[in-house]
């Protein structure tokens, strides 16, 4: 039987997959450059602290998905998908223009507008993304597709954290390069765009209602009288909020905690995304090409042990007095269980998220597929929220540690994960249920 990685040498899988990869690499290459630009630039010049700069960035990317996430799974239900995805990185190219002229003039709120542009680009995108493969893929390789979306998706946030950071640090104040190197990513994702094959509307004979307030809340509300895909979201959007916790601590783990410099902040993000990008392929392999959710439970125990060990690893570390580098860091055992720890992480969530997105794809009813996944949207959007609320809350307001904070997420993790697999086992069709057992 042909793997995962045969999908990319057709028609029906290669063009979205690379579509979507070069959409995350741009919105992370972007968001990485205005994160130096801020941390070293902005500041100064606008008289703002760097880390309310970088939070207020992070908060008007986010903020589309709670504005827009329902109107754009109404259009994508309403509209072919893959002409669609072309207007949407028409769009791109256009807000990356708009990213050029505030890189040139210095406008730094118009690259904030840039960046909620961005994010309003994502928020449209996804809800089209995920509903289409389940069009373009039979349902036994729906697993082997959201492996693979997974892995790329976790590859491009790192190459473009990498790829941002590495043309502002070089780039001696020429802001061509960055530039051009944004522009030349959404055209290429454009041209990707129209090789992707058209398919048939969800449901033509939708009316839109603009009124973004009262379609969200009837978004949700229908989300959750389906069952067991409504229980599959909360277990993806918990996956955000353990995500958004470990990823937004690292750079502050890694100083505080391993002593390291901003070189080893790159490594850990390298390990974890390696390890999500493993555990995602090994997903087709281990259920048997079926949109099985037989790993969720086997995924959920990892995320929750290794986060423990994680915690177990930083309790007797020597302390040393000066921030160190890759070298450094690797060659003392005492950090291994810790890099080894956030590798098992990356590797076990990837059996727990993709198992999970393939079942909410083939669950869906399909007139209302990407309304569900706009709903999923929203959700993950408020756990990323909640995230932020409550890590301040343990380490600012409590005053734990970082090590400790991941201790408590892991228990959280327990107790969220046992509550979704049991609906899971109790409310899902036989073939859910099946595959759980």
Partial sequence: MPNQFSLLKTRRFLPIFITQFLGALNDNTFKQALVILFTFHAAEIMHIQPTILNNLAAGLFILPYFLFSSTAGQIADKFEKSKLTQYIKIFEICIMLLATIGFFTHNFWLLMFALFLMGTHSTFFGPIKYSILPQLL????????????ETGTSLAILAGMILGGAIMANAGGNFAWISGTLLAIAVIGYLFSHEIPAQSVGHAQLKINWNVFVTTKETLVYASKLGDVFYTIIGISWFWYYGATFLTQIPEFTRVVLHGSESVVTFLLTIFSIGIALGSLLCERFTGHTASLKLVPVGAVGLAVFSAILYLSTQNLVHVTHHQNIVEVVHQSQYWPALFSLFGIGVFGGFYIV???????????????????????????LFMVISSLVSVAILSGLHRTIPELFLITAILSTLVSLIVIRHLRNNGQEDSTKNLE
């Fill in 138 to 149: 039979a349902k036994k390789e729906l697993v082997g597709g959201n492996g693979m979306f």
């Fill in 355 to 381: 198992p999970l997105y393939a079942h909410l794809q083939s669950d869906a009813p399909e007139c209302f597929r990407a309304r569900v996944i706009a709903a999923n949207s929203i959700m993950n959007a």
